[in-house]
């Protein structure tokens, strides 16, 4: 080859090397920018940090307030975490359409994911420590002007919620009438605006409802020595779902398919719906012997009352622990209870779930380690209850020590054909404040205490709890706690519909009232109270009696016999929304927005309640009262007291003497 085409050669290379270049260049820049345009889940550029944060329609700021929306309306705001934490705020990054992120520079960050279904969206947070044990994570939700539902059992029992103020309290099964967060709760809220929240059982969670009047719901994530005991080291998360439709009884719907779940897979004995319960406890307390039973089911006989099964309550026992009869005040126990039958009594009886160290079962349950034991030793921890200062408490997650107590009670329904029992405590508070157990989430012991519960009487079913934790599905009845004989908030008369509305919101329907009257702690109940609270009961799912009406007189007696018949009268319809709750899980009694979602004033009424759809009741529950106010929700409804047919809307002092019951049946 010449040196001239050597050279031209060479140069010809050298020029197609130079257009490829700028072909991959272009290429190159033009692939970069559509990437950085359309690909969402791309990184954001470290030069340009994104600080605010977009997922459908709602929008995180760069101060971390955020505002949850419905199509272009707020439904929703508030504050993730505190302002602190936007000193060392990174950025969000979009790991795909569906989720962003949030890191901070030290110990946390945040994942935000979205999701619909059936049309419904649904926000899931999830805060995570990534360094520190003892590190705190919390959100804080305004109020605003919305109404909120759910929660759990309250001394006050409020409805709507926002009408309580609890400072920042852990979110365990606990003792309501020591005014802590109740026996029956879960971690689930709806609002009147159509917002559902649900948190996830396995965060330390603590929370705040309006303290100190800030109109504010806060969510907190932490371990502490208690009640979170956290020997297995591990970091706090805290994991809830928001989700949004379009009224509160769309968003309850939604929210109890999706997280509640469980659904009661039978009903309770059908004669605990039809007929009372008659209890020792409210009557007579401790002060119980053999004659004293056969003397109170003599009255109810010869004064003509109704019963599904006479209760036996506290100190029958020889101690607390031991699970037989007390020979000096029951010297013929069998004789005792074959009498009852006779009578056309079953009879059940009081069980805790406690062994006082005087007890002859303590010392059995001990030495097989059947108690709850003390953190990292055989020894059973002590605790302290009503009945006693050093007790231990049954490990109602052991198996083993789960069938011991089962065989105790089988040893009562054998020997003395006992038919069932009322199981008492159960609660959280009642554990050692540091143990050692088979669970890592408090609640848990609750949830199998109840299951416990169901055990010992699965295929009659005719015992009760009082404590309900994730155990929807157990068809037994649960109990309110022990209500004050008092007409007003601070646990009295005017709890008792809110208590029951709660109840059926959260997944139990099955809804046993306490004694009607109250348990007379620290007044006996006086005559009005008394014939009001068992108006207050009749249509609820069933009645329970203790203070008996033949200490009044007549007239009261007569009134009972009425009422009692009434609830009798409707019991086919109870039993029927029973059956219903187990295929849908709605609850017998409901409240007003059940049928009128956007009604306002069916949003925050507290006196009245729904019976399934279509019977309304609202009860006199203020003391002299021979009228109350009245309001029926949209449509027409049939007065039944008074006669005729009514439209929606108020009626003011509507009258109702001390022997009347307003209630209305809606004409379809």
């Known amino acids: 080859m010449s040196q001239r085409g050597g050279r031209v050669k060479l140069g010809l290379l050298i020029f197609i090397f130079l257009v490829g270049c700028v072909v991959v260049a272009v290429v190159t820049w033009h692939f970069t920018k559509r990437s950085n345009e359309n690909n969402t889940s791309s990184h954001t550029s470290p030069q340009k940090s994104v600080t605010e944060m977009n997922l459908g329609e709602t929008t995180i700021q760069n101060n971390l307030k955020i505002d949850i929306k419905r199509k272009t309306q707020t439904v929703l705001s508030g504050q993730l975490w505190d302002d602190k934490l936007r000193v060392n705020f990174k950025e969000w990054s979009n790991t795909n359409d569906w989720k962003r992120t949030a890191t901070w520079s030290r110990d946390r960050k945040l994942d935000v994911s979205y999701k619909e279904e059936g049309g419904v969206p649904c926000y899931q947070f999830h805060w995570k420590v990534t360094v520190g044990l003892e590190s705190v994570l919390s959100d804080c939700w305004d109020i605003g002007d919305a109404h909120w539902y759910g ?113 009661p897979t039978d009903i309770p004995d059908s004669s605990m719906f039809r007929k009372p319960i008659w209890s020792t406890w409210a009557q007579y307390h401790k002060d119980i012997n053999q004659s004293l039973i056969l003397d109170f089911a003599n009255n109810i006989i010869r004064n003509n009352f109704t019963h599904s099964q006479l209760e036996i309550d506290d100190d029958w026992t020889p101690k607390y622990g031991d699970i037989d009869f007390n020979v000096a005040k029951f010297p013929n126990a069998r004789a005792m209870i074959k009498q009852l039958n006779d009578m056309g009594f079953r009879v059940t009886v009081w069980l805790h779930p406690f062994f006082n160290l005087d007890s002859n079962a303590f010392t059995e349950a001990a030495s097989r380690f059947f108690l709850i034991r003390q953190f990292d030793s055989p020894l059973p921890g002590l605790v302290s209850w009503w009945d006693g200062k050093l007790a231990g408490i049954i490990d109602a997650t052991n198996p083993e020590a789960v069938e011991w107590y089962l065989n105790q009670t089988k040893f009562l329904q054998n020997t003395y054909n006992i038919s069932s029992f009322k199981f008492d405590a159960g609660e959280v508070n009642w554990l050692p404040k540091v143990y050692s157990a088979n669970f890592d989430i408090p609640n848990e012991y609750s949830k199998h205490w109840a299951n416990l519960a169901y055990k010992a009487d699965e295929t009659v079913r005719h015992q009760e709890v009082r404590v309900g934790y994730k155990t929807q599905d157990l068809p037994i009845f649960v109990r309110m706690l022990d209500k004050d004989s008092n007409w007003d908030y601070t646990n ?51 009645l329970q009696f203790s203070i008996v009406p033949w200490q009044y007189d007549e007239e009261v007696i007569n009134l009972t016999r009425r009422f009692i018949q009434l609830h ?28 009128a979602p956007k009604d306002e004033v069916a949003l925050t009424i507290d006196s009245e309640f729904l019976l399934g759809n279509d019977i309304l009741v609202a009860p006199v529950l203020d003391k002299g009262a021979s009228s109350r106010d009245v309001y029926l929700p949209g449509g027409q409804w049939n007065d039944v007291l008074r006669g005729g047919v009514k439209q929606g809307g108020w009626y003011r002092n509507y009258k109702a003497d001390l022997h009347e019951l307003p209630y209305f049946i809606r004409n379809n």
């Open 151 to 263: 929660g759990f059992e309250d001394y006050y029992q409020p409805w709507p919620l926002e009408k309580m103020s609890r400072n920042m309290s852990a979110y365990i099964v606990d003792d309501s009438y020591q005014k802590k967060l109740g026996g029956v709760q879960e971690r689930y809220f709806i609002t009147s605006k159509g917002v559902g929240i649900y948190i996830e059982e396995d965060v330390p969670l603590y929370i705040s409802i309006n303290a100190s009047n800030d109109r504010k719901v806060c969510l907190q994530a932490k371990y502490e020595k208690y009640p979170y005991q956290n020997y297995k080291k591990l970091l706090p998360s805290l994991n809830y779902h928001i989700c949004v439709s379009t009224d509160v009884k769309l968003i309850h719907d939604f929210m109890s398919r999706t997280f509640i779940k469980l659904r």
């Open 568 to 595: 009798e009268d409707y019991t086919e319809t109870i039993l029927k929304l029973a059956r219903e709750a187990t295929a849908t899980g709605a609850p017998i009694v409901r409240p007003l927005w059940w049928i």
């Open 492 to 542: 009295g008369l005017k709890t008792l519909i809110p208590t029951a509305l709660t109840f059926g919101i959260l997944g139990y329907p099955f809804i046993l009232p306490d004694m009607i009257g109250g348990n007379a702690y620290y007044t006996h109940p006086e005559r009005e109270l008394y014939i009001r609270w068992m108006q207050a009961n009749v249509f609820l799912p069933s």
